[in-house]
Structures are given as C-alpha cells and as structure tokens.
C-alpha cells in the first residue's frame, strides 16, 4: 500500500543550519499556492535561534520564529508545538510583518507550545560561564526552555490566556531567580538579547510581569488549538510544506557535541510536534538542503575536511557567510560527503536542494571530501564525535569547476555548464537524492526550476 500524502513537502538543512532554508521554502510555497491558492507552513522545531530572510517586494524581512510562508498571501502559517516561543521576539516580528506589507496570511501558534522567555536566556548566560557546554549557543535561551519540558515545568503559549497566568509566571520567575543566584548571578541585572530593544535588563519580577502582560494583549489572539486543523487538513489534499528550523548536524543525537541544539531539526520531530497526526515517512518528499561547493559551520566543531584560509574568505565574503542571527563568520570546509550522506540517512531525505551553486570560480577545483580513512589507509564512516573526527582522514576528489559569477541568479537549467551539471549528477548518485532544486543566488527568484527539477 502506498501511503504517501501527495503535495506534502518538509525540507530540512542537510548539514549544520544556514544552508538558505528560507528561500527555497518561500519558493516552493509561491509555486504551489499557484496551483492550489492555499498552502499549510508548518514549523516544528527551535525558535528565535534560526533566522532567515525573505525579500519581498524590494523589502527585506528577517524572521526567526515564524516561517517563511508569512510573507505570501493565503498561506496559513503554524508554530507547532515541538517549536519554543519566546513571546517578546514574535510581538516584534508581528509588527514587521504587519507594518510594512499587505499580505494577508494566517498566522497560529500551537498553545502547547513551550516558551522560551528571558529567563532561560538570562540562565543561558550564567550556564555559559560556568561550563563549556552551552559556549557556542545563540543566546536565546533555547535549551533551558526545552530542558523545562524535561524537567516537567514549562511555561506554554496557553499560559499566556490562562486566568491565573500572573501567579504561574511569577512561580516561573522566582525560580529562575533562585537557580541564576546559585550561580552566583543576579536575573533582574542580567543583560539579554532582544530582538525589538537590542540587549537590555531583565528586570525585577514587577517588570518581568509588566512585560509580559502586554506581551499577552499583543499576541494571544494567535494562539490556538491546532490539533483539528492540521487534522482536516492533512486528511484533505491542501498542501503541506514543513519548514524546518537549524540543520541535521546541530541534532542532539546526530550532531556534534556541544554544538547542537535542542530540539529535533529532522522530519521525526514532525510526527510528535503534530501528535502524531502526521507521519514523516508518508510525506511525499522530504529535501534536504546543502551548500552545493562547500560546507559552513559555527561553532567549536571541526571537520576533517579544512579547506585553506584564502579559499574561505573569498568564499565567506562572496556568500555572505556570516550568522543571520548573531553575525559571527562561519568556518568554511569543502564539502564533506561522509557527514552529508550520514545526515541524509538518519533524516530519512529522498531529495536535495542545492544552494549556493554560484560559487565557483574558473581558477579553482571544486575539491570534495568523498570519503574517510584511518591512518592505515581503512575507510571510515562519519560519525557525530570530535574525538573521531579529529583523526578521520578526508580523501578528496576534484571537479571542473565553472564560471559562477556567468550563472549567478539564472533560473534556466541550460545556464549551467556540462561541469555544473555533472558535479550536480555526481552528488545525486552518491547522495541517493533526487535533485529537486537549485538556487544561484540571494535574491528570491534565483532558482532554477522549482517545479521540482529532475534530471
Ligand atoms: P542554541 O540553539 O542557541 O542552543 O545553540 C546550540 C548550537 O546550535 C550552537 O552551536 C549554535 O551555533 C547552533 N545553532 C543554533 N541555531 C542555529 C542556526 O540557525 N544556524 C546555525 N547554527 C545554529
């Protein structure tokens, strides 16, 4: 029996998060709003630590909690539960949406959904002086608010509605309070980041409260019982597209300690952020998106496949490789199959996006990590651990490259040389993946067939 939800689509970073998600979803949810004027964006994990623009009518919108849908008319967008909302950070970015466009979409926070509040940032902090662990975190308070969930105290969107919302937030704070001055630090002094006042004081409990309070006049009518509507409509034919926050390399379980984050960043946190209404394995394709020539990351983490430092700069500053969210330049390796094939296994991919495709230069192999040995010589498969990393030996393989300032931003396939097309059929083989789409530049319409390229 085949079960596959038709029109269904999750597209998840294929490696360690900023691989240009939020473009390729825009697309995608413009190409089938077209076909079936109505589309479901469903985000499942992180919160304000992603960030991804979108540029619409010559204006640039950077989002972090809400997907990228919210930006095309007739879309509804949904915060799912598996996400955390960090309240102040979605009133602002509300207001951005709201203030400078016409768009109309529906926009729904699932009211299971945990917060993330400036508590756990302000615990974050303290954490990070502490122990390493958390020391290349965003800052956004991120794991405290799941490890609230875990510790089975968490503060949900719901929360905000209920008629004893005071007393529960006020319990939140003192126990932040009492858990930061155990480590020595003061919650109300505690300077964290914001996204609409930059970096500012906590504040004392009064405060806190106050902010709060208006903070539930702002967005509590988008908070929502969602369970019946992502029901009807997955039963139904609408289209699903899932949007995916951070990238498989940054999972608790399949990332690199201690660069990962929280939550589940692959299609399973689909099934338990739904409630199991929707089951990963039956949505029609699930893409995994990577940088087509090279491989970015942040963090303490290294790879074994280090590229040299005046190939990374040119290639940080044509790309722009640095945080959407915290502005930190990415380290830049050649792209390493041995960690992609192994993320594009344990998040289930049938397909690929490539993005990034202009970057390559004439004068330059395009060099890529096909596999790693020992020092014997042995193959080695990737696994998620520095220690063997530190000791896994890349061999590379080189390929023509081609003129990538020639096809930045086209958006025909017979653009692209025989050597991008080869390498592009290279990564499609070694990766099992479909070739879905390709981007060759920032802007929103540099992407090359985006009725879902085969070939
Ligand atoms: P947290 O998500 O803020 O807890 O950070 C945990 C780790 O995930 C850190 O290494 C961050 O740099 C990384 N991280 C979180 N979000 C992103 C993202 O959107 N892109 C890249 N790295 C991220």
Redesign the pocket.
Known sequence: MNNTRLNSISVVGGA???EGKGKVVDEICHTLIKRFDKVIVYRWN?GS???HTVEVQNKKFVLHQIPSGALIEGATCILGKGMVIHPGDLVFELATIRDNSEIKTDIIVDEMTPLSLDTHRAFELSLKKKEEG?A???G?G??PAYADVIYRHPLRARDLLAKNWKEKFEKHYLLYRSLISGLGDDLAKTQVNSLSEGTQEVGNKTKFINKISGQRDRIGKYIKNVYNLVKENWNSKVPFVFEG??GVG?DLRWGVYP????SDPTPSGIFSSTEGLVNPETIEIRANVYKATYTSS??KRVLPTKMNEKLAARIREDANEYGA?TKRPRDIYHLDLPALSFFSKVSMATHMVLTHLDISYPDTPVKVCTKYVNKKGQRLDYRPDQEFLNHALPVYESFKPWDGSKIKNSTNINCLSLSAKKYIKFLSQTLNLLPLMLTTGPKRESVINSNYLLF
Do not use: C
């Not at 660069?259 to 929280?262: F, I, L, M, Y």
């Open positions: 360690f998060g900023d992180g630590n992603a960030g958390g290349g975190s965003t956004r991120i794991s926050a951070q940054l660069d990962v984050t929280a942040v963090g969210t």
